[in-house]
């Protein structure tokens, strides 16, 4: 009953719980086609809404936008993401190894650039950042945990699952219960540390802009910014280094 | 140091054991109305965020006096420290998801 409550007060407030500016049109939209009677889904949940949104943002923002580039006369948004694009390659060179850029640059990149566009949407008013629900954020990280298994057996075969018996053959049915925790836990890592990040900081800028809607959640949103990029680098980051130990010989 | 930090904490622990009773003594409605899920997400958070910040804060000196000694290691010193700042703050994220579920907030 106190939940309920707390809910509801966080609500009157506009928390979380408010939905973005693009639930409305989406879902009357949804209705008037009549696919909700044939889906049996009666309702689109925002957090569905603003990351197909954020996806759609991606593909028409840089799609055509690596079609037109220009190598005599690079414009500034151009040199800006060659500049995150060369990070991101350095990153995956340090810690994968090098040359291994060409093969996981669109998969980290995709990463980066939806996880960066999924928490930025949280400081704009009207629109909710689809990573402060656990199902979007769950969503991402087991596809990476699939993508770095994917990888590793695909580097060593069928001999990726050796990995499981420890380095103790003797030993292995000890090892064996906890390798499967550890690759649990990587899971559920990524995916909570990435919710409770926007999660927390966008109900903390939610109550500073309660208590005053300018100037007082300027400080907690310039915060919000930065552990915006902060954990989108982190994500690729914690991928990369999986993939690295997924493709290792030896731990 | 660390002895007068074990006694701060005790007396908070004595001070906040032996408020309730005085409270609902004082209060005809009793125990019944204390929101305990706030009070453990308020205490979860705060003991979470303490060794965080702790840990955190070791690692962090560490990296800057490892870094002042050898600056040619930027790289390298850099990328351990936000692995592991991230692993740290990731506990304290468990802390604040549970907190936060303790609130009634999610």
New interface residues.
């Given amino acids: 009953m ?6 509801v007060a ?1 609500e009157e407030h506009g ?2 719980e408010h939905f973005s500016s693009l639930h409305g049109p989406v879902n009357s939209a949804w209705e008037a086609t009549g696919l909700g009677d044939m889906t049996g889904i009666d309702e689109i949940p925002d957090h569905v809404v603003m990351g197909l949104f954020v996806a759609a943002l991606v593909a028409t923002l840089f799609i055509p936008f690596g079609r037109g580039m220009s190598l005599e006369r690079p414009r500034g948004l151009q040199q800006m993401l060659e500049m995150v694009v060369l990070g991101l390659r350095n990153l995956i060179d ?2 994968v190894g090098h040359g291994a850029s060409k093969r996981f640059m669109p998969m980290i990149g995709s990463f980066a650039m939806f996880i960066f566009l999924c928490n930025i949407t949280g400081s704009l008013f009207f629109l909710q950042p689809p990573t402060q629900n656990t199902n979007t954020t769950f969503a991402l990280s087991l596809t990476a945990c699939a993508y770095y298994h994917w990888q590793g057996l695909r580097k060593r075969g069928i001999g990726y699952f050796k990995h499981l018996l420890g380095p103790i053959p003797a030993l292995f049915i000890l090892f064996i219960p906890l390798e499967i925790i550890t690759h649990v836990a990587r899971a559920l ?1 990524l995916g ?2 990435l ?3 926007i ?2 900081e966008h ?1 903390a800028a939610t109550v500073f802009f309660s208590m005053a809607p300018i100037l007082v959640p300027f400080p907690m949103m310039a915060l919000g910014l930065f552990g915006s990029v902060l954990q989108a ?2 994500f690729c ?2 991928t990369l ?1 999986y993939i690295a130990g997924a493709e290792a010989e030896e731990h | 140091m660390n002895k007068r930090v074990v006694i701060i904490a005790l007396i908070a622990l004595v001070a906040l054991v032996s408020s309730t009773p005085v409270l609902a003594q004082e209060e005809s409605s009793g125990l019944g109305d204390v929101d305990w899920g706030i009070l453990g997400a308020a205490f979860a958070i705060a003991i979470a965020a303490a060794g965080g910040a702790g840990g955190q804060g070791r690692a962090v000196s560490s990296a800057v006096s490892a870094l002042a000694r050898n600056p040619g290691a930027a790289g390298d010193i850099r990328f351990a420290l936000i692995l592991g700042l991230a692993l740290i703050e990731s506990l304290v994220i468990y802390a604040l998801v549970i907190a936060l579920r303790g609130a009634g907030l999610f």
Avoid: K, T
């Fill in positions: 106190a939940a309920e409550e707390h809910a966080a928390g979380p340090d810690v890592s909570l540390r919710f409770g990040n999660y927390g109900l680098f982190i980051m914690l280094v």
